[in-house]
């Protein structure tokens, strides 16, 4: 699926109808949620000056994603009131709003909306869904939908767009960094994106706390026996590195670098669910599939699941008997 003409005029049409427009990207947002959210809420605000521009996620902005121009401005609530016109961005089902079991309605046709998003699992809840599973993020289509209907890409919008390109293709290194990557990340930076600022915020920066929990991370990697490279953390891991539960984001790149490995999860217990993240190098490995049998989903090399339950060790021990040593008893 690509984004056609006729998706990005429907775009405009909607949110030339509506009252209000809500702009909403998903719980636990990472950078192309935040990036997706604030570059099309600039987009729109400055294009539509006179119409309200709501920009709402359900959890708090995690810090590095504090140098972004308006990241304050977004709202963790919101009233909904008839006549709202809702666009949820990089958002693959209702539920990973935050809003599913409070604000039901605004999921049936009783309100108007838009999905932009690239997830292939997306589950088109929307009235009108623009969805490209090609597409590196959220931010990549959101560039492509402005530039067809002549949305004008200012500095802050383009850092906006460049941080979900970005941290969607980790730094430009996943698979998914295709030519059309980099042709988005020119224009971006031909329209002023302040890429040196993002590298810095999201990729050179890292709290003590943060070192702290990829450290124990890092430390209990396991191989299993069907090529996983395994890791865990415990709430107890979170509570005695200091780091809270988004710090984790990233860590698995360093999981997944065992060589040889078909795959690689880390497992994380927060309150009372596990949440598991999965990555793959491989082609013939779809991690996608194997979250999807625990009701999670993403992509071909890159998903998650989330699960309710803790955490519990498994140590094994095995005796294996010295060879050829003999016992030395001269005490020399
Ligand atoms: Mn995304």
């Known amino acids: 699926m690509t984004v056609t003409k006729a998706d990005t005029a429907r775009v405009d049409s909607l949110i030339r109808d509506a009252g209000r427009v809500v702009c909403v990207c998903h719980r636990g947002p990472d950078g192309d949620a935040v990036g997706s959210l604030l570059g099309l809420g600039l987009l729109l605000r400055n294009?539509?000056?006179?119409?309200?521009?709501?920009?709402?996620?359900?959890?708090?902005?995690?810090?590095?994603?504090?140098?972004?121009?308006?990241?304050?401005?977004?709202?963790?609530?919101?009233?909904?009131?008839?006549?709202?016109?809702?666009?949820?961005?990089?958002?693959?089902?209702?539920?990973?709003?935050?809003?599913?079991?409070?604000?039901?309605?605004?999921?049936?046709?009783?309100?108007?909306?838009?999905?932009?998003?690239?997830?292939?699992?997306?589950?088109?809840?929307?009235?009108?869904?623009?969805?490209?599973?090609?597409?590196?993020?959220?931010?990549?289509?959101?560039?492509?939908?402005?530039?067809?209907?002549?949305?004008?890409?200012?500095?802050?919008?383009?850092?906006?767009?460049?941080?979900?390109?970005?941290?969607?293709?980790?730094?430009?290194?996943?698979?998914?960094?295709?030519?059309?990557?980099?042709?988005?990340?020119?224009?971006?930076?031909?329209?002023?994106?302040?890429?040196?600022?993002?590298?810095?915020?999201?990729?050179?920066?890292?709290?003590?706390s943060t070192l702290k929990l990829w450290g124990r991370v890092l430390e209990k990697i396991s191989v299993t026996p069907e090529g996983g490279a395994v890791s865990a953390v415990t709430e107890g891991d979170f509570r005695a590195s200091g780091a809270d539960y988004t710090e984790l984001t990233g860590a698995i790149d360093y999981v997944n670098a065992v060589p040889g490995m078909r795959f690689s999860m880390i497992l994380s217990e927060r309150g009372g669910t596990v949440k598991g993240s999965l990555r793959t190098l491989r082609d013939d490995v779809d991690v996608s599939a194997m979250a999807g049998r625990f009701s999670g989903g993403g992509h071909k090399k890159a998903a998650g699941f989330s699960i309710p339950g803790k955490l519990q060790p498994e140590v094994r021990w095995k005796v294996v008997e010295e060879q050829n040593e003999e016992l030395d008893v001269s005490g020399a």
């Not at 042709?183 to 590298?199: C, E, H, I, K, W």
């Open 47 to 208: 294009t539509f000056p006179e119409k309200t521009i709501v920009l709402l996620c359900t959890d708090p902005i995690p810090t590095p994603f504090h140098f972004l121009p308006s990241s304050a401005g977004i709202v963790e609530e919101y009233d909904f009131q008839q006549g709202d016109m809702l666009i949820f961005v990089d958002t693959a089902e209702p539920k990973l709003t935050g809003l599913l079991d409070e604000h039901p309605e605004i999921f049936t046709k009783a309100f108007r909306s838009i999905v932009i998003d690239h997830h292939p699992t997306n589950s088109l809840y929307a009235t009108h869904n623009v969805i490209d599973s090609e597409a590196s993020s959220t931010c990549e289509i959101i560039v492509t939908i402005a530039d067809q209907l002549g949305w004008n890409i200012d500095p802050d919008i383009a850092t906006c767009l460049l941080t979900g390109v970005y941290t969607d293709t980790g730094g430009l290194l996943h698979s998914n960094t295709s030519s059309e990557v980099y042709r988005t990340v020119a224009r971006l930076l031909r329209s002023g994106a302040r890429q040196q600022d993002m590298v810095r915020a999201i990729f050179r920066t890292a709290k003590l």
